[in-house]
């Protein structure tokens, strides 16, 4: 940054002292330039930190992955659990359909590498965008009564939610959106919107478990 800006001191006197021009044009085609280089140098700025944002982000978003991965299949990508669930991320042969994918239980028992790593990272990306625009207007029956829920992460993100024991556990997007794959979003938001309902998936693992294991990443 410091060397940027004694670079354009250098470039503004060079213009000032050492143009042949007469003054009277000197000055006008000086600010013109001197304006030009200014401008070019904040778009160049603005640009850098938009890279590097979107970067820093890329790397937390593939950090995040790399953790679910580990966690749901110890990096096996061919793995297949007791009730079905398939590959590095676990997915249910329905959740697939829904996304798109014409991939089943048989065709993976029968040919895992019809469905490789590239292919389950392209397609938790897209369950991931899935749930967070679900979560925007989400609406589901509780207690007989339909109730409507909107703008579900923004509402959460940083917060720390009171345990009924005392205990407090911070409240992140990337945690509510693993959570939602793991454990379903209807029980994520019973778990986020009401005290006494941490309830467990078909691994008997707490969706307060997946918040803590999941939050520290800034996607």
């Not at 890279?51 to 790397?59: F, L, V």
């Not at 966690?71 to 249910?92: A, D, H, L, T, W």
């Not at 292919?119 to 899935?130: C, F, I, Y």
């Not at 990337?174 to 009401?194: P, Q, T």
Request: charged share 20%; net charge positive.
């Amino acid at each position: 940054m410091k060397a940027n800006k004694i670079v354009m001191k250098i470039l503004f006197f060079t213009l000032l002292f050492f143009s042949p021009l007469k003054q009277s044009q000197s000055s006008s085609i000086i600010n013109n330039k001197v304006e030009y280089l200014i401008n070019s140098y904040n778009t160049t700025i603005n640009e850098n930190e938009t890279k590097i944002k979107e970067t820093y982000k890329e790397n937390e978003l593939n950090r995040l992955l790399d953790s679910v991965n580990f966690y749901e299949s110890g990096n096996r990508e061919f793995i297949i659990n007791q009730v079905g669930c398939m590959g590095s991320f676990q997915f249910k042969e329905s959740t697939l359909k829904l996304l798109g994918y014409n991939i089943t239980l048989k065709k993976f028992k029968k040919n895992p590498f019809c469905f490789p790593y590239s292919l389950q990272k392209e397609a938790m990306l897209k369950l991931m965008q899935a749930n967070e625009k679900s979560l925007m207007d989400f609406t589901t029956r509780i207690n007989g009564q339909f109730k409507n829920f909107k703008n579900v992460i923004e509402t959460w993100n940083g917060v720390i939610k009171i345990m009924p024991n005392g205990s407090e556990i911070l409240i992140t997007k990337s945690a509510i959106l693993i959570a939602c794959h793991l454990a379903g979003i209807r029980n994520v938001i019973m778990f986020l919107y009401y005290d006494n309902d941490d309830c467990s998936d078909c691994n008997k693992t707490k969706i307060s478990s997946y918040m803590l294991r999941f939050s520290g990443y800034k996607i």
